[in-house]
């Protein structure tokens, strides 16, 4: 030290005597001097500020714990200081925070001179003067180095304290919003201290004591005389005018106020201090004196009519005319006052729901900010120091909450009367032989029994816990009926809740793996319980600790450290719930469709327990709010999925129970009173449940047209498609016509099979209730078409204008269309055919099936349907062999030998008709002589079948053919088969030529010439023929 002091001076001393480059060397060195004395001076101030600083943070961990004990009343200008404080320990940080990144940066530019420096003087050959000088300025930057490290360790010590500084001051704010009410901010609260309104209740219990007077004056006054009449009269018209005076004074009271606290409210929307729960405490207060007002102007209606009456009243001719005359002065006044107020009273309730509106967005705004607002966890030893402290503290508090509410309890019953006590006793039993008769006989009976699918489940889950209940009911009932406090009964509660909730979802888990586990599933589902049971009975541990240690009022700082722990437990209780993916994975389902429910199934079983450990990760991440938001939500979700699904297995089953029941009774129509009425009625129950749901969700998840997706979705729904005339289609309305039409087409099919089954299901004739149902379906298709046109608003009168253009269309490319369409009609009308008819259309003949719209469809012999349009059945001819009945003629023709007696064998045909079910007594049938044939005497077969008998026209024929056959063999009567003669003539002698061969008897023809050439040759040419067709190949 001596030597490079003794160098530094005497450098000075040459920079002193010598000129030129001498006197920037000796500022040189002491402009670091002076540096050297600014750091070491903001070294001392800077440890002057970190001791005031650790006295400060000091001092406000006192206040945060006695803050946490005293939890008096806190005002607005305290939380105003708080949010200040705040603010400003924020702006210290960042100032500190950009300090220390600017010394980090000089001593970094210090360290490379000094480098460079050295360097320079190792290489450098210089005078002994200035080598004293560079050694003195480099032993000045190097202690200008160790200042600068000493305040760099000082600087960061400063920003340290000055972060939990900032902490604490957080904290302290977050005690102050917990603790503080709406009644703090100015003009919220007891507005008895107004003086305005001390000065109207003044006035208004004036106006009452007044009136009172007046009343008693005119019920003394003796009605024996008319002026003394009047006068009572009169001295009533006061009392009444002086009620409906005090009236408007409380109506006064209402208007001062609301305004009062319409403008105490309006400045916390620009706080940012102001917690959110205070919003909705204020738009509470407001919409309560949004209601008040709306009571006052219904008031003001009433006084309206009283002055009105009044008014009425004092028209007629009195003898003391001045006081009258004052009165009705009096009374017109008031009704301008009433008008004005009824004036007051809309444009502040307006401003109110202005107010309201505005307080509401800029909650949402605040909530959604929160969302995204990290809260980070302290472990710094000060932080782990006072977490662990206040853990010591909290069995003691623990105790003294318990112990009073343990003399609550002891107080109530001290006090209660003996019956009371002896009725709850008589309760209790009754509740537990309730408990063990449900367990044992009633729901253990109903679950094997008459329990239906999804209802067998739940019953047993609750038959398993009905012990867990029995508490639950037993406090109850006795906070009930002993007057315990809210706090008490809800906090007990909440235990007793915790282990029955817990016993409730570890039986859940077991009832449905054991119900769908078979065989070497069994083993899939053993892990999958004993993990969620584990998981289970961890989180009702942690979650009653939670609880338990929600009742003490704890710091911030170890409530964050305590959530960190619950979020922890979440991912570790949803991990185990993530095996019911392997669990119906594995299990096993009827074809494609049991494999696609088991995918749908194992992906919907992902989602619980994946939000759950989303839940816990985001707290684990610091995002509290969101984390509880999302918890919260799950929760609800869980909740209202989990019912939905109960109530529609339930609808589900109780359809099924009915449709059971009707089969039972009448199985003909179980089918139909399932498709067309319970399978209707349970669509639209599920419809219901689904908008009922929707509501739900709505309120639970506070969704509005202005949430994101929703507002995105409501544009989209207005968004304009096209326009006709002025009326503009939007995407909404397209959809909607769409369903409307979908839906307008099923109820007329539904009206269509309803009316033929039921309404007309007691006419005999099929053809007029087939015609009835159709015209009724047309009837629903039209009135529905017409009134869906209006709803979407189409102008239905323009139907006439499009019915010309409709016209000249028919006229051209729809005639076939509307003539079968018309001709539908008159089938329906003139009826010519009717549904079960046997006709024959052309060539084929079949029986009638459906008469449509278009056309009429058959089902022919041969077993195929036959389309046939219904223009064809009004202008071509066809034969209805069942219109007017269902006899039918049949003739056969039976041929028997010249040889045999022609009477036996009509007496055998006869016989064989007689002998057969299918061939009709009356008419009788009938066998005669027809004709000589050329081989034959053939006889007349002639016999009536019924068409819609048990036998068909081809087996009848079949049959007695047979059995004619069988009579003629066995009576020796022949069926002779055609005879022919042939006639053989003797061939003419062949001419024989000289060489012995036939000489043909055709003479030859030369081939005949045209134009010299050969008529062959032009047939071979026109046929392709010839030599020159084959060289063409």
């Not at 009343?215 to 006061?238: C, F, H, T, Y």
């Not at 609880?547 to 991990?575: H, K, M, Q, W």
């Not at 409709?806 to 269309?817: A, R």
């Not at 044939?933 to 081809?954: A, P």
Request: glycine fraction near 6%.
């Amino acid at each position: 030290m001596v030597p490079t002091v003794f160098r530094t001076c005497l450098a000075l001393l040459f920079s002193l005597v010598l000129l030129g480059s001498a006197t920037a060397q000796t500022v040189d060195l002491a402009a670091l001097k002076r540096h050297l004395n600014g750091i070491e001076r903001d070294l001392r101030n800077i440890d002057t500020a970190i001791e005031r600083q650790q006295a400060e943070n000091s001092r406000i961990i006192r206040d945060l714990s006695r803050t946490t004990e005293d939890e008096g009343d806190v005002t607005f200008e305290e939380l105003r200081q708080a949010q200040f404080e705040v603010d400003i320990a924020q702006t210290r940080l960042l100032t500190l925070a950009h300090r220390i990144t600017e010394h980090g940066q000089r001593i970094d530019q210090l360290n490379s001179s000094i480098v460079s420096s050295s360097a320079s003087m190792r290489t450098t050959e210089r005078d002994t003067l200035q080598r004293l000088v560079d050694e003195a300025a480099l032993d000045w930057r190097d202690r200008i180095r160790n200042a600068s490290n000493q305040m760099m360790e000082r600087l960061q010590t400063y920003q340290a304290l000055s972060a939990e500084y900032l902490n604490l001051r957080e904290e302290q704010l977050d005690i102050l919003q917990r603790h503080i009410s709406l009644d703090a901010l100015d003009g919220v609260g007891d507005m008895e201290e107004s003086p305005v309104v001390t000065r109207l209740r003044a006035l208004v219990d004036q106006l009452g004591q007044q009136a009172l007077t007046l009343s008693n004056e005119a019920s003394a006054i003796d009605d024996g005389n008319p002026i003394a009449v009047q006068r009572r009269n009169l001295l009533r018209l006061r009392a009444d005018e002086a009620l409906l005076r005090s009236n408007t004074r409380l109506t006064d009271i209402a208007i001062v106020e609301s305004r009062s606290l319409l403008d105490a409210l309006r400045p916390i929307r620009s706080e940012p201090s102001i917690p959110t729960r205070l919003f909705v405490e204020a738009i509470d207060e407001l919409n309560a004196a949004d209601a008040t007002l709306a009571q006052r102007a219904e008031t003001i209606d009433l006084n309206r009519d009283g002055l009105s009456d009044l008014a009425r009243i004092l028209s007629e001719p009195t003898q003391d005319a001045t006081q009258a005359e004052a009165l009705r002065e009096r009374i017109s006044g008031l009704r301008r006052l009433l008008s004005t107020q009824g004036r007051e009273i809309a444009d502040l309730r307006e401003e109110l729901a202005n107010e309201i509106a505005a307080l509401d967005r800029e909650r949402t705004a605040r909530d959604r900010a929160e969302l995204l607002t990290r809260e980070t966890a302290r472990t710094d030893k000060a932080a782990r120091e006072r977490i662990a402290a206040e853990i010591r503290t909290i069995p003691n508090e623990l105790r003294d909450i318990y112990e009073g509410r343990y003399r609550e309890v002891r107080t109530a019953v001290a006090v209660a009367p003996e019956r009371m006590l002896a009725v709850f006793g008589g309760i209790v039993v009754l509740l537990l032989a309730a408990t063990i008769y449900l367990r044992h006989f009633l729901l253990k009976s109903f679950v094997r029994s008459d329990a239906t699918r999804a209802t067998e489940i739940p019953l047993e889950v609750v038959r398993r816990n009905l012990y867990w209940l029995l508490p639950i009911a037993v406090w109850y009932s006795f906070a009930t009926m002993f007057s315990i406090s809210t706090s008490t009964t809800l906090a007990i509660l909440k235990v007793l809740a915790i282990p029955a909730v817990a016993a409730s979802l570890r039986d859940l888990t077991q009832v449905i793996v054991s119900y769908q586990t078979y065989g070497q599933q069994r083993r899939i589902g053993k892990i999958i319980t004993r993990a969620t049971e584990i998981a289970v009975v961890l989180s009702a541990v942690f979650v009653l600790a939670y609880v338990v240690l929600g009742e003490v009022d704890l710091l911030p700082t170890t409530e964050t450290a305590i959530n960190r722990l619950a979020y922890s437990v979440f991912v570790l209780s949803g991990l185990p719930m993530l095996l019911f993916v392997f669990f119906f994975s594995a299990s096993r389902g009827g074809g494609s469709y049991g494999r696609i429910r088991r995918i749908v199934a194992a992906f919907l079983s992902l989602l619980p327990p994946t939000a759950l450990i989303a839940t816990g990760v985001t707290g684990l991440l610091g995002y509290t709010r969101l984390a509880l938001v999302m918890l919260e939500n799950l929760a609800f979700a869980i909740t209202i999925v989990a019912a939905m699904a109960l109530v529609l297995g339930i609808m589900n089953d109780l359809m099924e129970g009915v449709t059971a029941r009707i089969r039972a009774r009448d199985p003909a129509r179980a089918y139909f009173a399932r498709a067309n009425f319970l399978v209707p009625l349970n669509r639209a129950a599920q419809l219901g449940l689904v908008v009922i749901t929707a509501w739900i969700c709505m309120e639970v998840f506070d969704w509005t047209v202005e949430t994101p997706i929703i507002h995105e979705a409501v544009q989209v729904w207005r968004t304009t498609v096209f326009t006709v005339g002025s009326t503009q289609y939007t995407i909404g309305k397209v959809i909607l016509a769409v369903l409307a039409f979908a839906f307008v087409f099923w109820v007329a099919g539904w009206s269509r099979r309803v009316a033929y089954t039921i309404i007309f299901g007691r006419l005999k004739d099929i053809g007029i209730r087939q015609s009835l149902s159709v015209f009724a379906q047309y009837v629903v298709v039209v009135l529905g078409v017409l009134l869906t046109l209006s709803a979407i608003g189409f102008d239905v009168t323009t139907l006439t204008v499009f019915a010309a253009s409709l016209g000249v269309g028919i006229g051209f490319g729809l005639q076939n269309v509307v003539n079968n369409f018309i001709s539908g009609l008159l089938l329906l009308v003139e009826r010519p055919l009717r549904i079960g008819d046997i006709v024959t259309v052309g060539a084929n003949s079949g029986t009638v099936m459906q008469i449509g719209i278009r056309s009429m469809r058959m089902k022919t012999f041969d077993e195929f349907d036959l389309i046939v349009p219904n223009s064809a059945l009004i202008s071509d001819t066809f034969t209805n062999w069942t219109r007017t009945n269902s006899v039918m003629r049949v003739i056969l023709m039976v041929g028997i030998a010249y040889d045999d007696d022609p009477e036996l064998a009509i007496n055998l045909v006869y016989q064989a008709l007689q002998e057969h079910e299918g061939v009709l007594k009356s008419p009788a049938p009938m066998v005669t002589v027809e004709e000589f044939g050329d081989n034959s005497i053939n006889l007349r077969v002639c016999y009536y079948i019924d068409l819609y008998g048990n036998f068909s026209g081809f087996t009848v024929k079949s049959q007695v053919l047979t059995r004619v056959v069988k009579s003629f063999a066995q009576n020796g009567i022949t069926i002779p088969f055609p005879q022919r003669d042939v006639h053989m003539i003797a061939p003419k002698p062949v001419a024989l030529a000289q060489d012995g061969t036939p000489v043909d008897v055709v003479p030859q023809r030369e081939p005949q010439r045209e134009n010299n050439e050969w008529i062959g040759d032009a047939i071979e040419e026109v046929t392709g023929g010839g030599d020159a067709n084959k060289d063409g190949f």
